[in-house]
Every structure is written in structure tokens, then in C-alpha cells.
């Protein structure tokens, strides 16, 4: 399938479309529900980091005014990645920024063996974890773009399907 200008089958539009939005929402809601939270910071998430690049990730506390910046980042990256891709606007970017920012969760809590987080986790995990996987959902997003089938990129780039 030639990936510039494709015509994609409906079916396979629609299943790009569904999971574009589905991670746009769930973007969207992480950096709202942070926001919304007055007592949110990443500052613990931070400190719990393991595996090799845990030193890092932990000075990063260390300095209060990073951490508002980091915080500010966070909240606002989720959310403008989330509506880039709930409204199909400059997806390539919103996928982008995503991978790198779901990147550095990643790496900062990595499911390896004899690493253990004091947070909680949703499962038990071995290399592969939630975020991973939510990496490469953004990746697909990101090498079959829909933005300019069905969202405001069609329209404000000009692009026909």
C-alpha cells in the first residue's frame, strides 16, 4: 500500500479513524484529570523511577521550577496531543510528540526484571507494559495518518482523499 496519498479501504479507515480518536480521548482525559487535580504533580511518579536511567529522572525533583515547567508540560502536552488527534489536526505532530513523551514514561518506569516501583501498576509486566504498546498505537497513527482523510488537516491543508 503506498503510504502517501493512499486510498484506504473503508474498513480500514474506520478502524484508523476509531483508534486515532480512542488515543486522542484517552490523551486528552490523562491531561485533564491532571489538571483538574490541584495536588497533581509528576514529582512522585519521578521519584519512583527505576532502571538505568532512574538517577536522571529523580534529579529532575530536585528543582522546584523545573518541576512546574515539567508539570505545565505534561498536562498541556497530553491535552493538545489529545485534541491534535480527537480533531484530526496536525496528527503527524500530535503522534510525534506522544511517542516522545510516552517515551520518557517509558523509560522512566521500565517493566524490567528486579525493578520495583513503590506506585502501583495494573499488571505484572516483563519488557512490554500499557505505555509500549500505546508507543506503537502512536506510531501506527503516525506512518497510516487519517488526519487528512477525516480531520481538520484535510481542511486546513487542503488535502482530498
Known amino acids: 500500500m503506498d503510504t502517501k496519498g493512499s486510498q484506504y479501504k473503508k474498513h480500514q ?5 476509531v483508534l486515532r480518536l480512542l488515543m486522542g480521548w484517552y490523551c486528552l482525559y490523562e491531561g485533564i ?14 521519584m519512583d523511577s527505576g532502571g538505568f536511567m ?12 523545573l518541576m512546574q515547567v515539567i508539570d505545565i508540560l505534561n498536562i498541556w502536552g497530553l491535552m ?6 480527537i480533531l484530526g489536526f496536525l496528527t503527524r505532530i500530535a503522534s510525534i510528540a506522544g511517542i516522545v513523551l510516552l517515551s520518557l514514561y517509558y523509560l522512566s518506569h521500565p517493566p524490567l526484571v528486579g525493578v520495583d516501583y513503590a506506585l502501583p501498576t495494573e499488571g505484572n509486566y516483563l519488557w512490554v507494559n500499557k505505555t509500549l504498546i500505546e508507543i506503537f498505537v502512536l506510531a501506527v497513527l503516525l506512518v497510516f495518518p487519517t488526519g487528512d482523510k477525516i480531520g481538520l488537516d484535510r481542511l486546513v491543508f487542503k488535502k482530498s482523499s
Not at 33 to 46: D, E, F, M, T
Not at 80 to 85: D, E, K, N, Q, V
Open 13 to 17: 479507515l474506520t478502524i484508523l479513524v
Open 80 to 85: 493538545a496531543i489529545g485534541l491534535g488527534l
Open 54 to 65: 532512574a538517577g536522571f529522572f529523580q534529579s529532575l525533583t530536585s528543582n522546584p521550577e
Open 33 to 46: 484529570a491532571k489538571l483538574i487535580n490541584p495536588n497533581w504533580s509528576a514529582a512522585p511518579y519521578l
